[in-house]
């Protein structure tokens, strides 16, 4: 049976996402947490936190090394520094690459933004050529100033001989 373009269809459709309740799940901004994600990397990047982590590190060590053993943080050799860089580490890494893959869209926009200028310059390029070389092939066909000169010389010249012609034949008459 042949179906009809203005029979419904039944059922849920294969093309389009279920509508499903409300969820229970927190949305939250893209652009927000990249923002968040490229300030983080920055700090993480900085020599202020390299100076601030040297800093809990070597108070970590001296304290762990020559407190008593009552006062120690550390029950274990530098168990729990480990564990803590460990875990600032498993956080700053997926934040690196966050403000990373938001460098690089903006890069690709910047470098396709440039393109398009790139090809909008050199329209505009190849116009001005096409407009100069009309201009060129017009101004073959203008009389310029030398060539006029030159004919009117050759006119005024022209004219000298016929005046003179003239005077030698009246001289001659009379």
Excluded: C
Excluded at 18 to 28: K, M
Excluded at 57 to 69: E, G, K, Q, R
Excluded at 74 to 88: C, E, G, M, V
Excluded at 105 to 127: G, I, K, N, P
């Amino acid at each position: 049976m042949a179906r009809n373009e203005g029979t419904e269809r039944r059922g849920p459709r294969l093309d389009q996402p279920l509508v499903r309740g409300r969820s229970l799940r927190p949305t939250l901004d893209s652009d927000t947490a990249g923002q968040v994600s490229e300030r983080v990397a920055r700090f993480l990047g900085s020599w202020r936190f390299l100076g601030y982590m040297t800093g809990v590190v070597i108070t970590w060590l001296l304290w762990n090394i020559f407190a008593p053993s009552n006062l120690r943080v550390d029950a274990f050799p530098f168990l729990f520094l480990t564990l803590a860089l460990s875990l600032q580490a498993s956080y700053a890494a997926p934040l690196i690459l966050l403000a990373q893959n938001r460098q690089a869209d903006r890069d690709r926009v910047r470098f396709q933004e440039d393109r398009d200028q790139t090809e909008r310059l050199l329209a505009d390029a190849d116009f001005l050529t096409r407009e100069i070389a009309s201009l060129r092939l017009a101004l073959g066909e203008v009389v310029t100033r030398d060539y006029l000169r030159g004919e009117i010389r050759d006119l005024l010249e022209e004219f000298k001989e016929i005046q003179q012609t003239e005077n030698k034949g009246d001289s001659k008459t009379s």
